[in-house]
């Protein structure tokens, strides 16, 4: 048998019996065992696997490229995305807007990472997820504040200049960020885990290794999936992977002499589900909001609800699809068709919608001529 694809049902086998844990497990306790991963599992895993790489200027990149590919999915959200929806549903298109660029690596691509690819290019995704970081806590903040200031009637500059200084100190004071800055630190000493005490070591070790089988029965616990607006959802997030497929297929057109791995990262990082920061973002507007008793909404809370709901699966399975079929995705041309593929299927339904409603009026059409020809046929006889 395949070994990526062993890797992948033993994986699938994981997430299946968190799933099968759902109806024992209450939303508290998923949220203990989020901050048990986001706290304990993954700093220990990141920190690990920072100390493994060589610290060079050159790693500066991938930061950049993630907020770069940030930037390029806000305005696709704005410009393409957005236009599914109805005109006149903007609390909505903020809300998109605010969502789909974002990215989640921490819980839907980071263990995948770590058993397909291994530490160092888990230290990578870690480093490229500053950038990400950067977009999400900062810059999507201030986006959502310049839409709340705008259909407010009270000047609110204060009060994000405040916020803004606490998101920054939120920065600073994840564990994931502090880890990342105790590890760089211990780098740019020549340092690395053999130099730290053994019980320390090893103790760090040990946690990291919880990681990956906790995240996947987190995945499988947590998939609750609201059915009245999965078809919408489904097709934004088809486009957004499809849209993230084909920047991945131009840089990998632009950069032919990268390795099977280094593509396989560039194809998976940016699939990674939709960040939770925005919707705190949009849950501290919509406080702001009830206190100044606005009845339409800057963000629709509900929609986004849904969408993180449905975003940590699909980008989940999305991953282990392309590290299930590693030979065929590191092609930059089978990219390139996958992500022409996601966009096409995902109008299939508009295709179906529109050649229903054609049908209905051709048959209307045909009802009312046939009614026609049976009225003057009565009226000849008269």
Avoid at 276 to 290: C, K, V
Avoid at 357 to 369: L, P, Q, R, T, Y
Wanted: contains cysteine.
């Amino acid at each position: 048998m395949n070994i990526a694809f062993q890797k992948t049902l033993e994986l699938l086998l994981i997430i299946g019996v968190g799933f099968l844990l759902q109806k024992k497990v209450a939303k508290s306790d998923l949220k203990g065992i989020k901050v048990l991963i986001l706290s304990v599992a993954l700093p220990a895993v990141i920190f690990v696997a920072l100390l493994k790489i060589k610290l060079e200027s050159s790693l500066l990149i991938f930061p950049v490229l993630a907020l770069v590919f940030n930037l390029l999915m806000l305005f696709a959200s704005k410009y393409y995305l957005s236009k599914t929806l109805p005109s006149g549903d903007n609390a909505r298109k903020r809300t998109i807007m605010m969502l789909l660029p974002s990215l989640a690596p921490g819980l839907s691509c980071f263990p995948f990472i770590a058993v397909y690819l291994g530490d160092d290019y888990l230290a990578l995704a870690a480093l490229a997820d500053v950038g990400n970081k950067i977009f999400v806590l900062i810059l999507l903040y201030m986006l959502a504040m310049h839409w709340y200031n705008l259909r407010s009637i009270k000047d609110a500059k204060a009060s994000m200049k405040n916020k803004l200084k606490g998101l920054v100190i939120s920065l600073i004071n994840e564990p994931i960020n502090l880890v990342m800055i105790a590890a760089l630190i211990l780098l740019a000493l020549g340092l690395n885990l053999s130099s730290l005490p053994s019980f320390l070591g090893n103790t760090i070790t040990s946690l990291s290794t919880i990681m990956a089988p906790l995240v996947l029965l987190f995945i499988g616990m947590a998939v609750r999936i609201n059915a009245s607006e999965f078809s919408l959802i489904l097709k934004l997030l088809a486009r957004r992977a499809g849209i993230t497929f084909l920047l991945s297929a131009l840089f990998v057109f632009l950069f032919p002499a990268l390795g099977a791995s280094m593509i396989l990262f560039l194809i998976v990082f940016p699939q990674s589900s939709c960040s939770f920061w925005p919707f705190a973002h949009m849950s501290a507007i919509a406080g702001l909001e009830e206190k100044d008793k606005q009845t339409k909404p800057t963000f629709d809370i509900d929609f986004a609800v849904n969408v993180l709901a449905c975003s940590l699966p699909f980008s989940t399975l999305l991953i282990i699809g392309v590290f299930s079929f590693s030979e065929f995705f590191i092609h930059p041309m089978i990219i390139l068709i996958s992500g022409i593929t996601l966009l096409v299927l995902s109008y299939i339904p508009n295709g179906l919608s529109i050649l229903k409603k054609a049908k209905s009026k051709s048959d209307e059409h045909i009802d009312a001529m046939s009614l026609n020809l049976e009225t003057q046929t009565n009226d000849n006889k008269e």
